[in-house]
């Protein structure tokens, strides 16, 4: 079984940052990718931001410019940094990783609530 923890959400106003982390506890080198997605109350799960092993990314039209996503393989861990953030960034957010000859994996989540 892998495990995930994610850690650094909280309530922000608009416009300030904020960044989150996942540590994952599997050897860093069977990751295929991992990510944040995010559930608002009363939407679906959407995804926000990948990174794959070759460290290429991928956004959210919604986040581009805004949000960035990183890994650092030594703490097995990847960040999301959240900068100008909006009303519309507030949900739940959950880290993913898909891990090699095993699946995907998912944390238990941590709110961002963005309110003045």
């Known amino acids: 079984q892998v495990q995930l923890v994610e850690s650094g959400g909280g309530l922000v106003q608009p416009g300030q940052s904020l960044r989150l982390t996942c540590e994952v506890f599997?050897?860093?080198?069977?990751?295929?990718?991992m990510g944040w997605h995010r559930q608002a109350p009363g939407e679906e799960r959407e995804r926000v931001a990948i990174?794959?092993?070759?460290?290429?990314?991928h956004y959210a039209d919604s986040v581009k410019g805004r949000f960035t996503i990183s890994a650092d393989n030594a703490k097995h861990m990847i960040s999301l940094q959240m900068n100008n953030v909006k009303p519309e960034d507030t949900a739940v957010y959950y880290c993913?990783?898909?891990?090699?000859?095993?699946?995907?994996?998912w944390g238990q989540g941590t709110q961002v609530t963005v309110s003045s």
């Open positions: 990174i794959a092993n070759d460290h290429s990314t």
């Open positions: 599997v050897d860093f080198s069977r990751i295929l990718f």
């Open positions: 993913q990783a898909g891990v090699r000859a095993s699946g995907v994996y």
